[in-house]
């Protein structure tokens, strides 16, 4: 049974760093791109950024471009959210979700969620 | 990257069909047959419901089906239940600078 779980999250001022970790198994986690989704209180859903299985290959939207930066350790089966300069719009829930197919970063969709952790930003 | 476009909402009685819609540009939905849906309950992540358009996982039941025309893709229900009440979200690969995009959420109501 494939599992996600999520942790890191929690209240941070404005300019402030905070390290998302989600912590895989029940499939083979260097085979599968990882995305971070977030979902902003009462709004809907908004991806982030993304791996691929290697590590090697990283995306992000353009909102958080430079201020955060995904990783995974693929001997612990982790996967990382480092976010620097927080701000107020930062503010959500966020998912990591698994990949459907095998290594493909975008031509795919996302087939397994955690169950999210929050991060607030405010002073 | 704009959202895609839903309808904010949708309502239907049991048994009835419902259909949700999802425009993009030719750019995302239009161009590509990476379209996927995800069904939300309060509170909960969101579930994986129909994936490369019209493809179903395994245990998401027949009920929910999915179809692409142009730019708008469509994600129907049919015999529309009580535990069918729920934020419906499409998503798409995009050309653009980012990576995926999301509609901006349907919430299907069962009267």
């Known amino acids: 049974e494939v599992q996600l779980l999520e942790s890191g999250g929690g209240l941070v001022q404005p300019g402030g760093s905070l390290r998302l970790s989600c912590a895989a198994s029940?499939?083979?986690?260097?085979?599968?791109?990882m995305s971070w989704v977030r979902q902003a209180p009462g709004k809907g859903l908004e991806w982030v950024s993304d791996i691929s299985g290697s590590g090697s290959s990283t995306y992000y939207t353009d909102s958080v471009k430079g201020r955060f930066t995904i990783s995974r350790d693929n001997s612990k089966n982790t996967l990382f959210l480092q976010m620097n300069s927080l701000r107020a719009e930062d503010t959500a829930v966020y998912y990591c979700?698994?990949?459907?197919?095998?290594?493909?970063?975008?031509?795919?969709?996302?087939?397994?969620w955690g169950q999210g952790t929050l991060v607030t930003v405010s002073s | 990257q704009s959202a895609l476009t839903q309808p904010a909402s949708v309502s239907g009685s049991p048994g009835q069909s419902i259909t949700i819609s999802c425009t993009g540009t030719?750019?995302?939905?239009?161009?590509?047959?990476?379209v996927s849906w995800y069904q939300q309950h309060p509170g909960k992540a969101p579930k994986l419901m129909i994936y490369d358009v019209s493809d179903r996982p395994s245990g998401v039941s027949n009920r929910f089906s999915g179809s692409k025309s142009g730019n708008t893709a469509s994600l129907t229900i049919s015999g529309l239940q009580a535990e069918d009440e729920a934020d419906y979200y499409c998503s798409s690969y995009t050309s653009s600078s980012t990576l995926y995009v999301f509609g901006i959420g349907t919430k299907v109501t069962v009267l």
């Open positions: 979700a698994k990949t459907g197919y095998y290594d493909s970063s975008g031509y795919n969709h996302f087939d397994h």
């Open positions: 029940g499939f083979t986690f260097s085979n599968y791109a």
């Open positions: 030719s750019s995302d939905v239009g161009g590509y047959n990476y």
